[in-house]
């Protein structure tokens, strides 16, 4: 099949002053386009011709699987942003969140911590297994929770190209932003 680059949920400028419409121009008009693009090139001819995305991140390797997950992951960033959203979680995720990790702010100072900490470029990832249990882990590159059999629920990109218009190399100052402009009540329905 051929993919498509997906519309965002907001305006360009919506998610201002925490991350930019000239970020948004580029990382989602031109990375995330680009990512597109090469997938649908790379999969010309190939037994991944017309698999859905999420098969072809979970079986692919090399350059399809880069460009696949790299699709994938955007959407799923991308799609966890509102200019209006829910501050914090309530409900089931609220409670899980409590139990796997004592608090919410102590899941907060955990994720910010494994994304500040990942070494180059790549994603913090929240996810569930297969018990329910919440489990935060640090993926290189295009690496996502899915080869690894994880449900993800959220994530924070931490290549710099998703913040360094805006924040120059202050990786630190991208992530505490960053919470700003989360909206939990997507958060909770992929929970
Ligand atoms: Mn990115």
């Known amino acids: 099949m051929t993919f ?13 002053p925490v991350i930019s419409k000239r970020t948004l121009e580029f990382h989602h008009g031109k990375h995330h386009q680009a990512y597109v693009t090469n997938l649908n090139n790379l999969i010309k001819g190939t037994e991944f011709e017309n698999a859905s995305l999420e098969t072809i991140v979970t079986k692919s390797e090399g350059g399809i699987f880069n460009n696949a997950a790299q699709v994938w992951n955007h959407t799923f960033y991308f799609f966890q942003f509102s200019p209006n959203g829910k501050h914090a979680p309530e409900g089931a ?16 100072e955990q994720f910010t911590k494994a994304a500040a900490t990942l070494f180059g470029s790549g994603w913090a990832w929240l996810s569930k297994d297969a018990q329910g249990k919440l489990v935060i882990s640090q993926e290189s590159n295009a690496g996502t929770p899915l080869k690894h059999s994880l449900t993800p629920i959220f994530t924070c990109d931490v290549w710099e190209h998703a913040y360094y218009l805006d924040k120059q190399n202050a990786r630190p100052a991208y992530i505490d932003d960053f919470w700003k402009i989360v909206d939990w009540s997507v958060i909770e329905k992929r929970f």
């Open 4 to 16: 498509e680059l997906p519309k965002l949920p907001y305006e360009l400028d919506a998610l201002e």
């Open 93 to 108: 995720l609220a409670e899980a969140i409590v139990r796997d990790f004592g608090s919410f702010d102590a899941f907060k």
